[in-house]
């Protein structure tokens, strides 16, 4: 049986028992019983401590452990996912690594059996996945004028992506998914193939999130900020989308040509519209700090 967090997060927050039991309306005996496992705390006072320490009721009890912490575990399955992913997309070749199953999911089987059944299309990993993460890794090296490189063995491709792409440990979103993926996992006595697979594209799918947020955050000029406006993300969204289906009912080859010269031109005109409020919008501060002036 696991035993409760009550003592540890009470410490944590510098609170003796007769505080915790001040704050919960309760004795201090109960805390104690608590704490000790003598009692059982009803549903409605394990909710009560879980809002008062800020964690789950699992978390509480000792049933799951704090998906926020970064373990090791965590840096090498993100690790191995971009490296998977990255070099899987460059190489054309979409099986998932024997290096998962050993070091992520704990799977004792051999490396020959383990490549026979992950080089089968139907348990190879998302070629879309692999595109989108490969493409957003390159516009952030780019972006920061950095080469990638490629390395071997656990322990190097580990410390090269957590070094080159450390903003990823500071996502919590990601590294709660990641650590509550692993730990569903793992309590699994066994595992099916296509389920792995599944999690691992989940992995490259947040990892690739995660890019494009720093991207935008760090990288985003006055110019692209213009993208940010309702009214440009609206009408570019609709051009997206007219253009998807425009592709998808296309009946020829010609069709398909002439539907992308279409988007290539809606796309300039959607330009052309920023270019002019840009031009607009630098007339009216020009004007506005010409009347400023003039009225000090």
Request: contains cysteine.
């Amino acid at each position: 049986m696991a035993k409760n967090r009550i003592k540890e997060l009470r410490t944590k927050k510098g609170l003796s028992q007769a505080q915790l039991a001040n704050e919960l309306g309760v004795s201090n005996q109960i805390i104690s019983f608590y704490e000790n496992d003598k009692r059982e705390p009803k549903i409605e006072m394990w909710q009560k401590l879980a809002d008062f320490f800020g964690v789950s009721i699992p978390y509480l009890k000792g049933i799951e452990p704090d998906f926020l912490e970064v373990t090791e575990q965590i840096k090498i399955a993100l690790s191995l996912t971009i490296n998977n992913y990255y070099f899987g997309y460059k190489n054309n070749n979409y099986s998932l690594t024997y290096e998962f199953g050993k070091e992520i999911f704990t799977i004792a089987d051999d490396k020959k059996k383990w490549n026979a059944i992950f080089s089968e299309d139907k348990y190879q990993i998302s070629k879309s996945d692999a595109r989108k993460l490969y493409d957003y890794v390159n516009k952030y090296f780019e972006l920061t004028g950095k080469k990638i490189r490629s390395v071997t063995g656990i322990n190097s491709i580990t410390n090269y992506w957590m070094k080159e792409l450390n903003f990823l440990l500071q996502d919590e979103r990601l590294i709660r998914y990641t650590s509550r993926d692993l730990f569903r996992l793992n309590e699994k006595s066994r595992l099916s193939s296509s389920r792995i697979v599944h999690t691992c594209d989940r992995f490259a799918n947040r990892i690739s999130k995660s890019i494009y947020q720093k991207i935008i955050s760090d990288f985003s000029t006055d110019l692209g900020k213009y993208i940010d406006q309702r009214k440009y993300r609206t009408e570019l969204g609709i051009l997206e989308n007219n253009f998807d289906l425009a592709l998808r009912t296309a009946d020829s080859i010609q069709n398909m040509r002439e539907t992308i010269d279409d988007y290539k031109n809606a796309l300039n005109a959607f330009v052309d519209k920023i270019q002019l409020d840009e031009s607009k919008g630098k007339v009216a501060v020009s004007l506005s700090r010409s009347i400023l002036a003039l009225n000090p």
